[in-house]
């Protein structure tokens, strides 16, 4: 098993920055692709960032194209999603997960963290 923990959420004005973190434990040699998920009021989950276990290999959401940024550091086991230049519409629930293939595909990914709020205000 693998367990995820998000940090770093929180309420942040439009045009700030956040840095997201996801802290993996357990079977982490069976984890090849990390990603990130967000879901809004009333809208499906959906993918905002990946990649893979070495970093050279990262996927983005045309959508936050060009404004976040997803890393690893593999010493400490942790995925970090940076955000700039934020947007109200970025306003959601934010979610780690982790899996054996980089896809943006939600079901391909295997396990999930409980999720950490990002708000931004206009």
């Known amino acids: 098993q693998v367990q995820l923990v998000e940090s770093g959420g929180g309420l942040v004005q439009a045009g700030g920055s956040l840095i997201l973190s996801c802290a993996a434990s357990?079977?982490?040699?069976?984890?090849?692709?990390m990603g990130w998920f967000r879901q809004a009021p009333g809208k499906e989950r959906e993918f905002v960032a990946g990649t893979n276990w070495s970093g050279a290999r990262t996927y983005y959401a045309d959508s936050v194209k060009g404004r976040f940024t997803i890393s690893r550091n593999n010493a400490k086991n942790t995925v970090y999603l940076q955000m700039l230049s934020l947007k109200p519409e970025d306003t959601a629930v934010y979610y780690c997960?982790?899996?054996?293939?980089?896809?943006?595909?939600?079901?391909?990914?295997?396990?999930w963290g409980q999720g950490t709020q990002v708000t931004v205000s206009s």
């Open positions: 997960a982790a899996g054996r293939i980089v896809t943006t595909t939600r079901n391909d990914y295997r396990y």
């Open positions: 357990g079977r982490t040699d069976s984890i090849y692709a």
